[in-house]
């Protein structure tokens, strides 16, 4: 099992610049969650899908930030203009959801800089 | 909505001791209830997961008990050592089977050899 993949690893840009991450979650895992991790907040859920929809998007901080899941294995996160408070590690986590809550997996993470 | 909270926010113990962390959850109905550890650097890795049917769980050197009137659950480390030092998050499943969980602030565990 190759487990949930980001990439990239690390983004570095500057402020204005669309930023885009992507995600792999685990074969056969129908939920997908975003998460956004700083040393002042913690970890903060973003979005969530369920079978690719949106089910929960209250976590987005603003409309500068868009999520989607066109299909079972892919989600994107923008951040359209992005801006030097951006700067997280956003994590990707999946996991099967099935008559009874399981855990989630997360990916490895893209740490992501803007100047 | 549920509410995790988590204590203490960093814990300091003696290479051999035990290390507790505690989390309270405020909904009732939530049913399910993780364990991450998360090393400078890595991503969060489940540890232990407990389900509110159970009263407590133990895996090794790591235990888990849940308190379901209090609304409270515990992680228990025993021997701890130098590699044990870590983040440790606690989480609770929201109500309904959507798979969201809600995170607690985190404790920063250092481990002293």
């Known amino acids: 099992d190759a487990g949930v993949i980001q990439s990239p690893r690390h983004e570095v840009t500057e402020m204005g610049q669309e930023v885009t991450l992507r995600c792999k979650p685990i074969?056969?895992?129908?939920?997908l969650f975003w998460y956004r991790q700083t040393m002042m907040r913690g970890l903060e859920l973003l979005i969530y899908f369920n079978n690719n929809v949106p089910i929960d998007d209250s976590g987005m901080p603003e409309d500068r930030f868009s999520a989607k899941m066109p299909n079972a294995s892919f989600s994107t996160l923008k951040i359209q203009p992005s801006e030097p408070r951006d700067s997280a590690v956003y994590f990707c986590a999946s996991s099967l959801v099935s008559g009874a809550n399981q855990p989630q997996h997360f990916g490895d993470g893209t740490r992501l800089s803007i100047l | 909505g549920e509410n995790v909270e988590q204590h203490p926010s960093t814990l300091s113990v003696q290479e051999g001791d035990s290390a507790v962390i505690k989390c309270t959850y405020s909904?009732?109905?939530?049913?399910?209830f993780p364990w991450y550890k998360q090393e400078l650097g890595k991503r969060p890795q489940l540890i232990i997961d407990?389900?509110?049917?159970?009263g407590e769980k133990k895996d090794q050197r790591i235990a888990v008990t849940l308190n379901k009137t209090a609304k409270h659950f515990s992680l228990h480390i025993t021997e701890t050592q130098p590699e044990d030092s870590a983040v440790y998050f606690c989480?609770?499943?929201?109500?309904?089977?959507?798979?969201?969980?809600?995170f607690g602030q985190g404790t920063t565990l250092q481990v002293k050899p």
């Open positions: 074969s056969g895992h129908n939920s």
């Open positions: 909904d009732s109905a939530s049913n399910y």
């Open positions: 989480a609770a499943s929201t109500y309904g089977n959507t798979g969201k969980l809600i």
């Open positions: 407990i389900r509110s049917n159970v």
